[in-house]
């Protein structure tokens, strides 16, 4: 978002403020002065020193301006016969801070890794009195103009320090200089042109804008006053082709190489330069010439030959040029591009025509062919055709133009001019929130505008021309009012200042139309309310305003604006609406001497004597009595209730007035009866007399707008428009017409042609959801919000047919191009498919949990390819894509997509889709990591990737049916995309929508695009078919775009090439449930014979006899290698015996060895994606002195597989949290804890005598190796660490005489690997082309073994000689009966049986002497992921939550025994994160609380959980217990906590219910705590929110909104002495934010007393890099310090803050390794626990201030809580709790080290 702010342009010393020099600092002699030459105020900095003398931007070195811009634009004069110095900070991408300084002072180019040193020069053109550059190097000349400098410095550090270019951190100008300005914007300008000249000369030029450039005299030129000075010139950007060729060159002529047209021939004249560095950088030593000693000069001659002035020319050393070389001296002439190379000409919308809404991208790419600079055609490619809408803000603007042939009114962000008579529209677009006002002068040249928000802008039109003339900030935040002048000199602006007090301003625009400023006149506050103020016609000084109970006369004198209020008498108490003058103008009388009618709310008119401020008369428009049907009385004037007038407007015969009530009446000036009026449907909420008094223009509360024809009596609507956010929408080709469905529960179709409204449908208790029209039949199908489904003809305007198949909201509507079947999805995940060939419509097929049931998706759930052959949708997870047969609904593929984005903690899901034309055969998915993903439709393989499309993800996209170009939204624009990013510019963006576009599309003839969200806009498209280029479209991989074109397009090599052999990464992949499998390999399909055969003695390849040939078999399932010993081929080889692969399928699938495809199962361990690192730097303790010692570890990872051991035989039990193993007593309740492995722990496997445990762990975020390692039971110590698989660890399992040890990987590793189990020697290692789910060793032959995967089951022999491994598999397929499914799991049973469950709920039983499945039989309804069999007893559990006991004994006669065994032991596991630990008085007990919306009650003494609070479909986000001072029984405890709804529940403990709930906050808590006597309950939300509340009877006390707008993190109470800090309370109490503000405060809550003691607010960088999810803001009390506060956060270093409540300042600083995610003070010592992101526990003694760091954590360590005692301490990440014994100074020295890890 950076740059949108910035964007065209930024004056830096405005942004600052530099007049005030708060943001700013100057040293030395620095003043302001009045320059002759700029007729400007300017900067001066003189001094004998330049170092002491200077202006730095920003105020302090710490700090960052964090201005994107690429040019840097600097308006300096150098002070004749002095030196200046400029020095530009500038950060890198990689966050490199570069200087880049230039001088005078300078006597060479010099440049470092961090800094570049830029000579200055000046060259004489005159006269050779200076002739080598070390001559022209020194004080500036004597007579020197004004310069403007211009530096790329995206192309300096690219090009000097092969660096990339990030922001600008600081600018520090320093002595001799005047400096006008700074400025930095993505364009490159030209001051020499202006915008005329380029429009006739149709110039590739950027003009200077207005306030960037010095002022010209008329009849001068820019060049011939003044100096303009481009680093690198235009022609550096092919650098080195064109330095080189020109060193090779003789001629001594300095004419240039080109020139300009005529146009712009003399505006390129006595120029200061850049000096060129002809070494070559670093980054381009391959191409670099032969190196000169002497720097040749760089010179700027004229464009225009013969007329050639004398000058001075200044240059910089080290630029880059396209230059011309001389033969005597080396001089260099510069020439210019021609302008058929230069950048495409961006036209800003304040600074000229606005011909197009359109904003483009500035994307200048360095390329070695100047042909490759190639942007999207025709640009722009867009152009707004017309605006459905009226509104936004407020459905009161609306105006006649002068003529009154224009009507002009604001449709959101954009300004809308009707020309009335054709309907035909102009547009004024450059606002970027919704219109809040519009104001004319008298003549309607001079338009104003103001937008609403925060930062309210205020643009000046020209009207005639459409031109921005001016565009400034006001100093009201919310502008509700403008009126202008008759005379448009004056413009008046109403609104609230930033405290929300009413504001009025008056500016002066009278220079507005000559290139002038606008300056404010004045400016007043005012208490009271203002609903509508005029400038009077007649005198620009005066004002009129009026609203709630005053009416007040303005007045402008002596530059104060005054006023007078209008004595009201018995009306004072009215509401007033509107107001206007009396027209007309009468000789006899004064021009004041007039009448003012106001009107009211309550139905007055009341006139008012202008000139005499008094009340003339004053009139009441009441309702006509009740009158039968045929007659209707006008409505009088009199007493009685009124009817509310909200607008009036005045012309010299009659009165025009809209009501309330919905009517347009018109009175004569006497106000004796109506003489007509119109009906509407909603409030009229203005009306506005035309210019000749024949027209009255009104509009309403609907959104309508349409005027009243006097003479013919008859209304025209001109403009309707939906009152609320439209949905969807749907275009029907033929009769061109669209349909649209809006929040406003209204249906409507429009005309395309005419814009106009042709028919609406009402509803009035359900809301319209998803509209399609049917291709074929005059019919709109229109699904509702409660699930209805209807069909509506066109022809007879009337419902068809209803359908109730859905119990949600309808989310998806498609008919199939043939228009043969409908479909439709609910909210509920319902899908339905229609027969369309009668004209009622017959549901065929209802299916149930396939369709996502998210609402946030766009609009596009469903969609239909071209053919009507397939049908895809987000479903049934938004994590998946669907593709289903369109005619049958019978699945045919599912595309997993849920890719961890690294710079996201989220999952990424589908928003919406969109299939491509057919014969690409590819579909499109939008995500919520701003991705494009473009997949196959028959393999799901990711053929292409878009990356960073918008700022925010893509809402909605649509391809045109040739396949050329992508439409995507987001941020409120939509861009066009080359599709097959050709270009170096592949898109366009365009701009004018004020809200999220909810979804755009092209029309069927493909002449239009449609975007719908606020309004409706039609875009004509300038690339239509028969103008686009005819070459066919290639959706072939190799039509990859340049790696600078752009978004980023990850290139996604196609795998059945199998040419790159790379594995992809971080791709979708195909969720195959009744799969068409991948072809991605080159091997035809054929078939196997599955035997066992041993390979001879020498190794022979591997061979598979394939459709009649004989090929080597290098794809084979199994790949076998010896562990490397350095003899291949001696000793110890493996042989592999014969592996005949599965290829006949009738798929033809053969699966590559590098497709990392995640498998249909469950079964794989997949890490949980964590955003934290793992630390650089850890201080362990010193001398084995440990503080801490792990006591206990509350929790269980059911994230893990096989993660739990047990030998009932010999009681070891053990199981895993996080990273740590956790080895407990079962009879005890003790716990050893082994800690070591830096990531998520995967699985476990224990040896048979329960002496070994093995464990292993994965990669990460790839920044740890996956690692196995091998535990001493006994000992508790790690015996030995081995490293051989990639990602992760599967299963591991020992075999039955615990001599051999296999360990096997995930579907990503897929590696085998056998382990001697004595020696931990790798023996073989094994790679897999398929996953493979679970190993298991025969436990009646130790050489035997089988694994399970795809379809198949694979036995293992093997026979060992010696050092050498014989390996013989034989791999046995699942019976055909079963289908294809995964074998997920495998036990082994009495011999000769084996079992193995699947992922579709059977169980298959298999003869191991005949390798064969002999039974099968429905277990479960989801997938087996454990198999167990002791004796005749077979235990499965399964993904649906069950476990079920069969009894096998006798497998003739299977039956099942049970369906739920009941556990011996339970571990509680805490599946989602825990947010809070809290512990009572008494420290019995402890409570935590979590997102699962639980809250638990532990024993502290055994770890046990006590009871259980639980809340549905909330989280519970804060938690405390309260103190023993709340209650007189010590049994009666309670625990309240906080919730992410906004409630509150105060839970009982020792009757274990839940006492009282309340409802003090409207958002989530964040932070909740008792008084100190237990009698109150303080309480945060996330919106900064802090609530009082009693817990016994629920009323909240007090509400502070002190810390509004960002999250409590922490709120804390502690006693105090009663009148300590001067303030009474016995109560002291913080209250921190997250934006790093604390509040300290001092409270009686009994008196009701509550005082502010200090107010904290901690500092932090401004440097753009800051982190987007930043370390929270938290504040404890010192416990051993009363008036000591402790602070950790976000700031310019890494520290804990301690600062002193009596000195108000901080008085101790401890510096951090990285920045605290949690705090912790211990009671009882002077001990500090802190948590970092970086999973690591930092325990800090205040007093010896020595350092302990802990590892033990997985994730992030978010929590720290030490008992009150100090004792124990808390710590948790994630759903992790680690329980550790705080240990005294000494106490670690005598432990025993056998459980050290």
């Known amino acids: 978002m950076a740059r949108v702010w910035q964007h065209p342009y930024l004056n830096i010393f405005k942004h600052l403020k530099i007049e005030e020099w708060k943001r700013s600092t100057k040293e030395g002699d620095v003043t302001t002065i009045m320059d002759k030459t700029l007729k400007a105020t300017v900067y001066r900095i003189r001094g004998a020193i330049p170092a002491g003398n200077f202006i730095q931007l920003p105020k302090t070195s710490t700090q960052s301006l964090g201005l994107t811009g690429r040019y840097l634009y600097l308006l300096f004069r150098p002070i004749p016969m002095k030196y200046f110095v400029v020095h530009l900070d500038v950060t890198t991408e990689d966050s490199q801070v570069i200087r880049i300084s230039f001088s005078n002072l300078f006597k060479e180019f010099k440049s470092t890794s961090t800094w570049l040193q830029f000579p200055f020069i000046y060259e004489e053109a005159t006269g050779p009195t200076k002739t080598s550059k070390t001559d022209l190097i020194g004080a500036a000349p004597r007579c ?209 025509e606005i011909t197009s809404p359109r904003l483009t991208k500035s994307n200048t790419i360095s390329t070695k062919n100047s042909s490759r600079h190639r942007h999207l055609l025709p640009d722009p490619i867009l152009k707004l055709k017309g605006v459905i809408g009226f509104g936004g803000c407020s459905t009161k603007w609306a105006l006649w133009s002068k003529d009154g042939s224009y009507l002009v009114y604001p449709c959101h962000a954009v300004i809308v001019a009707l020309i009335v008579e054709t309907g035909e529209q102009r547009f004024f677009i450059g606002h970027t929130d919704k219109v809040s006002s519009l104001t004319f002068n008298g003549n309607s040249t001079l338009l104003a505008s103001s937008q609403m928000g925060p930062l309210s802008m205020v643009r000046l039109w020209n009207f005639e021309t459409g031109k921005c003339l001016s565009i400034f900030k006001t100093h009201i935040h919310s502008i509700c009012f403008l009126s202008f002048s008759y005379s448009g000199a004056v413009l008046c602006g109403v609104g609230k200042d930033r405290h929300g007090k009413t504001m009025v301003v008056v500016w002066s625009t009278a220079s507005v139309s000559h290139g002038g400023e606008v300056t404010v006149l004045a400016k007043a506050h005012t208490d009271v309310d203002i609903q509508a103020l005029k400038i009077a016609f007649f005198d620009d000084t005066r004002m009129v305003s009026c609203g709630r109970d005053n009416i007040r006369l303005w007045r402008i004198r002596s530059g104060t604006l005054r006023s007078c209020p209008v004595n009201l008498g018995e009306y004072h108490a009215l509401e007033f609406t509107d107001l206007a003058f009396e027209e007309g103008h009468v000789a006899d009388r004064e021009p004041e001497d007039r009448t003012l009618f106001v009107c009211s709310r309550s139905g007055h008119i009341l006139e008012i004597n202008y000139k005499n401020v008094t009340i003339q008369n004053a009139r009441r428009l009441l309702p006509s009595q009740t009158q039968p049907v045929h007659r209707k009385e006008k409505q009088t004037f009199n007493s009685g209730p009124g009817i509310a007038i909200n607008s009036i407007s005045i012309s010299s015969t009659f009165c025009a007035m809209g009501s309330e009530d919905g009517y347009l009446r018109l009175w004569p000036l006497d106000f004796s009866s109506v003489f007509l009026e119109a009906e509407h449907e909603g409030a009229v909420s203005s009306v506005c007399i035309s210019p000749d008094g024949l027209r009255v223009l009104s509009t309403t509360s609907t959104r309508n707008l349409g005027f009243l024809d006097i003479q013919s009596r008859g209304y025209n609507t001109l403009v309707r428009s939906h009152a609320d956010l439209i949905l969807a929408f749907a275009v029907e080709g033929h009769r061109k017409q669209l349909a649209t469905v809006s929040q406003d529960n209204t249906i409507r179709i429009w005309d395309l042609v005419t814009m106009q409204q042709l028919y609406d449908f009402t509803t009035t208790e359900e809301t319209p959801c998803a509209i399609t029209f049917h291709p074929t039949q005059q019919v709109f199908v229109c699904g509702f919000s409660n699930g209805v489904v209807r069909s509506f003809s066109l022809v007879v305007s009337d419902l068809l047919v209803e359908y109730k198949r859905h119990r949600g909201a309808i989310t998806g509507l498609a008919v199939s191009p043939d228009g043969k079947f409908m479909y439709s999805s609910c909210s509920q995940g319902t899908l339905a498919l229609y027969n369309c060939s009668t004209q009622k419509y017959s549901v065929l097929r209802v299916l149930s949990n396939v369709v996502c049931q998210d609402a946030e998706l766009g609009t596009n759930i469903l969609v239909v390819n071209g053919d009507s052959s397939l049908l895809a949708f987000v479903g049934p997870s938004r994590y998946i894509v669907t593709i289903m047969d369109a005619s049958s609904l019978d699945e045919l593929l599912r595309i997993d997509i849920s890719i961890l984005d690294l710079e996201s903690t989220n999952l990424d899901s589908a928003l919406d889709i969109c299939f491509a034309p057919v014969s690409s055969g590819h579909l499109l998915v939008s995500t919520s990591s701003n991705k494009v993903l473009v997949l196959d439709v028959k393999t799901g393989c990711l053929t292409r990737q878009l990356s960073n499309l918008h700022q925010v993800a893509c809402s909605a996209l649509a391809l045109s049916e040739d396949g050329h170009f992508l439409l995507t939204t987001g941020d409120r ?9 050709k270009f170096n510019a592949s898109f366009q963006v365009f701009i004018g929508h004020s809200e999220p576009v909810q979804r755009v599309a092209f029309t069927p003839d493909q002449q239009h695009i449609i975007s719908v969200g606020d309004a409706i806009f039609i875009w004509d498209f300038l690339a239509a078919p028969e103008k ?126 590098q497709n990392n495809i995640r498998p249909d199962s469950y079964k794989h361990f997949i890490a949980r994606f964590k955003a934290s690192t793992l630390p650089k730097t850890i201080s362990f303790p010193k001398n084995n002195c440990e503080r801490l010692r792990l006591k206990a570890v509350v929790g269980y990872n059911g994230n893990g597989r096989g993660n739990m051991v047990w030998r009932p035989d010999t009681g070891f039990f053990a199981y895993t949290c996080g990273c740590v193993i956790v080895v407990e007593d079962l009879h005890s309740g003790s716990q050893q804890h082994w800690l070591g492995h830096p990531e998520e722990i995967s699985t476990l496997a224990v040896r048979h005598d329960a002496q070994v445990l093995a464990s292993a762990s994965g990669w990460g975020d790839k920044s740890s190796r996956c690692q196995i390692r091998i535990w001493d039971v006994p000992e508790g110590t790690c015996r030995k660490v081995l490293f051989h698989h990639e990602t992760e660890v599967q299963a591991m399992a020992y075999s039955h005489n615990d001599r051999l040890f296999i360990t096997l990987g995930d579907y990503s590793d897929r590696t085998i690997a056998l382990w001697n189990a004595f020696t931990y020697e790798l023996m073989s290692s094994t790679r897999f082309t398929e996953p493979v789910h679970e190993v298991a060793f025969n436990p009646f032959s130790a050489n035997e073994l089988a694994c399970v995967g795809q379809g198949a089951i694979t036995f293992w022999l093997m026979k060992q000689w010696g050092a050498d491994i014989n390996l013989q598999v034989h791999r046995v397929p699942v019976p055909e009966e079963i289908g294809p499914v995964e074998l997920t799991s495998i036990c082994y049973s009495i011999i000769p049986l084996l079992y193995s469950g699947t992922n579709t709920g059977q169980i298959c039983v298999w003869d191991i002497g005949t390798n064969r499945c002999f039974m099968t039989w429905e277990a479960d309804e989801g997938e087996i992921g454990v198999l167990l069999c002791s004796g005749n007893r077979l235990v499965s559990g399964s993904n649906t939550k069950r476990i079920r006991l069969w009894a096998v004994g006798a497998v003739q006669e299977l039956r099942m025994k049970g369906s739920r065994a009941r556990p011996y ?51 519970c ?200 995610t949690s705090l912790s003070l211990s009671p009882g010592s002077s001990l500090i626990a802190i948590g970092h992101c970086e999973r690591l526990l930092r325990l800090i003694d205040f007093m010896s201030k020595t350092e302990q760091d802990f590892v033990g954590h997985n994730d992030a360590v978010h929590l720290c809580r030490f008992t009150p005692s100090g004792k124990l301490l808390f710590t948790a990440a994630y759903n992790e709790i680690l329980v550790w014994e705080v240990l005294g100074p000494g106490a670690a020295e005598s432990r025993e080290p056998k459980n050290t890890p």
Request: with cysteine; net charge neutral; charged share 20%.
């Open 1517 to 1716: 986000l804060c938690l405390a217990w309260s103190p023993a001072a709340s209650s007189h029984r010590a049994d009666h405890q309670q625990v309240v906590a906080g919730y992410s709804d906004g409630t509150i529940r105060v839970f009982s403990i020792s009757r274990t219910e839940m006492e009282l709930k309340m409802h003090p906050h409207p958002a989530a808590l964040t932070a909740i705590s008792f008084s100190m006597d237990g009698q109150t309950i303080i309480s945060g939300d996330k919106d900064g929110i802090v609530a009082v509340s009693s817990p016994r009877t629920g009323i909240t006390i007090r509400v502070l909104d002190d810390h509004k707008g960002s999250p409590i993190t922490v709120i804390q109470s502690k006693n105090k002495e009663y009148y300590d800090f001067g303030l009474e309370g016995g109560e002291l109490w913080l209250a921190a934010s997250a934006d790093r503000r604390v509040s300290v405060w001092a409270s009686d809550w009994l008196r009701d007393k509550c005082e502010l003691v200090d107010w904290l607010s901690f500092p932090a960088p401004t440097s753009p890099k800051i982190p987007t999810n930043l370390p929270p803001s938290l504040a404890n009390f010192c416990p051993w310090n009363s008036s000591m506060l402790v602070y950790v956060g976000f700031g310019l270093k890494e520290e804990v803050l301690f600062y002193s409540l009596h000195q108000k300042q901080v008085v101790e600083k401890i510096p951090l390794s990285y920045f605290a």
């Open 144 to 352: 020197v103009r004004w310069t403007c400098l211009q530096l790329d410095l995206q192309f300096i550090l690219m090009m000097y320090l092969n660096r990339r270019y990030s922001h600008i951190k600081s600018v520090k100008l320093c002595a001799n200089q005047l400096v006008k300005n700074i400025y930095t914007s993505d364009l490159s300008f030209d001051p020499g042109v202006t915008i005329s000249e380029v429009r006739q000369a149709k110039l590739a030029l950027n003009p200077m804008p207005r306030e960037m450039s010095f002022p010209v005299p008329k009849g001068e030129k820019w060049h011939d006053r003044y100096v303009f000075i481009r680093f690198p010139t235009d022609d550096s950007q092919m650098l080195q082709d064109s330095v080189q060729s020109c060193l090779s060159r003789t001629s001594g002529s300095h004419e240039p190489v080109q020139q300009l047209p005529q146009p712009v021939t003399d505006s390129i004249q006595d120029k200061v330069s850049l000096i060129q560095q002809i070494t070559s950088p670093v980054a381009w030593s391959h191409r670099t010439p032969s190196v000169q000693k002497s720097i040749p000069e760089v010179s700027l001659t004229s464009g225009h030959l013969g007329n050639q002035k004398g000058c001075r020319k200044g240059v910089l050393a080290g630029g880059d040029a396209t230059v011309s070389c001389a033969a005597n001296d080396g001089g260099i002439d510069v020439y210019v591009h021609k302008l058929g190379k230069g950048p495409t000409l961006l036209e800003d919308p304040g600074l000229g």
């Open 973 to 981: 624009a939509i861009k066009v995309w080359d599709f097959q990013m």
């Open 1465 to 1515: 032991w339970h571990l509680s596991s805490l599946s989602l994160q825990v947010n809070e630990v809290t512990f009572s008085p008494t420290q019995s007990h402890c409570a935590t609380c979590g997102d699962d919306g639980s809250v638990r009650v532990w024993s502290l003494g055994s770890m046990e959980l006590v009871v259980q609070f639980q809340v549905l479909n909330q989280s």
């Open 1028 to 1153: 686009a280029s005819k070459g066919s479209v290639r959706w072939s991989i190799e039509s990859s775009p340049s790696p600078a074109a752009g978004p980023n397009v990850e290139k996604i090599g196609d795998a059945a090439s199998g040419t790159n052999g790379i594995p992809r990464q971080s791709i979708p992949v195909p969720f195959l449930a009744s799969p068409p499998h991948l072809d991605i390999s080159s091997m035809p399909p054929g078939k196997n014979h599955d035997v066992f055969s041993e390979s001879d003695d020498e190794g022979t390849c591997l061979k598979s006899h394939v459709m009649g040939r004989t090929q080597k078999a290098p794809d084979s399932s199994v790949h076998v290698k010896k562990k490397v010993d350095g003899n291949v081929g001696g000793p110890g080889k493996t042989k592999l015996g014969q592996w005949c692969p599965d290829l006949d399928t009738g798929n033809g699938r053969i699966v590559g060895p």
